[in-house]
């Protein structure tokens, strides 16, 4: 899942994940950050590489293994 644009705030687009993909990101990350939840945007660990930003479940093994190897 990708991100997705929920709101327009002073002249600037929010976005946030609503939904999380549980298949794992291939592409080389270039950063991530978390995601806390807070309606509609749920907990996410979103990945970023250069074809976009990628939502991903937070408890999936693989999405462990690749905070380790970033970091």
């Known amino acids: 899942m990708v ?7 002073r002249g600037f687009l929010v976005s946030c994940c609503k939904t999380v993909s549980r298949t794992e990101v291939n592409d080389p990350i270039t950063g991530y950050w978390i995601q806390n939840y807070n309606a509609p945007c749920v907990r996410a660990v979103i990945f970023e590489t250069e074809k976009g930003l990628f939502c991903s479940y937070h408890k999936q093994p693989w999405v462990r293994r690749k905070i380790q190897q970033f970091e």
């Open 3 to 9: 991100f997705e644009v929920i709101a327009r705030s």
